[in-house]
């Protein structure tokens, strides 16, 4: 569900200082967080994320993958 637009994108003060900056799933990308390495949880570990200029204007957790791959294994006979 949509954050109502009245209320504005969802931003959280960040202290970029921090060498291992922990990014929550639900925060807007802005341009002042551009060029910022962090590691966002993806629910089972966490997963380093690397903020570009085609990512503003989207949420953190659009890129961060909560799903595994899956893989038919096959019988041995």
Do not use: A, C
Not at 10 to 16: A, E, G, M, N, T
């Amino acid at each position: 569900m949509k954050r109502s637009n009245w209320k504005g994108p969802f931003l959280k003060k960040l202290d970029l200082s921090k060498k291992l900056l922990l990014l929550p799933r639900n925060t807007q990308i802005t341009s002042q967080i551009v060029g910022v390495i962090g590691t966002v949880y993806s629910g089972k570990t966490f997963v380093k994320l690397s903020i570009i200029d085609e990512m503003i204007g989207h949420k953190i957790g659009e890129f961060i993958s909560t799903r595994e791959k899956f893989s038919l294994k096959k019988n041995k006979k």
